[in-house]
């Protein structure tokens, strides 16, 4: 190695000795450059992503402020109309309130133990006689399509005897699983088009069932009831 040294002008050797420095400098920054430039495009990306995140979570934040004055109430309505289990007793019922205001006799209520078949939706299936002038019979039968949960006749028997008509009835009623997951907060939602609209009025405008609100006992409580 001295000998080689020995064979380079000695001018050519300080260059090179001062270019050697300058070049593992050279060297460090193109490696170090790199890094810099992954992490800068890595960040770009956070920061994009982020700046997406924000624009979805202001338009979902626009869509819930204008919905939420009536959300709870709707939610009420659409879980009334197409509840989570088997809604016969509350069809029952339904059908005793309506048979009332209507001033026709309900009778021989049956109900079977209901089609869950695992899909989308399940049925039960409900049967009943009623007696009644006809024109209040057939309000009756017109008004069952208005009451929560969704109801529809299925099949409809009429014999009139002394100007009363006794009519056996079948109608079919619906429940669904509500979903078991929402959406990531970062998705963008969409508001209601026209005819979702329009769906969700008729299920608002639905008779809802009432049920009845029991009211606790007035009195001293005993803070020991199991003591003597």
Do not use: C, H
């Not at 133990?113 to 039968?141: H, K, N, Q, W, Y």
């Not at 009845?212 to 006992?217: D, K």
């Amino acid at each position: 190695m001295k000998n080689l040294s020995k064979g380079i002008p000695q001018s050519v050797s300080e260059t090179l000795k001062a270019a050697i420095p300058l070049m593992i400098g050279i060297a460090l920054l193109a490696v170090g450059g790199n890094i810099a430039y992954s992490q800068i495009s890595a960040l770009r990306d956070k920061i994009s992503l982020a700046q997406k995140d924000q624009t979805t979570l202001s338009q979902k934040l626009k869509v819930l402020s204008s919905v939420s004055t009536t959300a709870a109430q709707e939610a009420e309505a659409a879980t009334s109309a197409l509840p989570e289990g088997n809604p016969a007793l509350v069809v029952v019922s339904q059908l005793k309130n309506l048979a009332s205001s209507k001033g026709i006799i309900l009778s021989a209520m049956k109900s079977s133990a209901g089609s869950d078949s695992g899909g989308s939706f399940s049925d039960v299936t409900i049967s009943f006689t009623i007696d009644g002038p006809r024109a209040s019979v057939l309000s009756f039968l017109q008004d069952i399509s208005q009451i929560a949960p969704l109801t529809s006749v299925v099949s409809v028997g009429i014999n009139e005897f002394a100007g009363v008509d006794d009519a056996t009835v079948n109608l079919r009623s619906y429940w669904a699983p509500f979903p078991k997951t929402i959406s990531p907060i970062n998705q963008a939602i969409t508001d209601l088009n026209s005819s979702e609209k329009q769906t969700l009025s008729e299920i608002n405008n639905l008779t809802q069932p009432t049920f009845a609100q029991v009211t606790p006992l007035q009195g001293n409580t005993n803070p020991n009831p199991f003591g003597q």
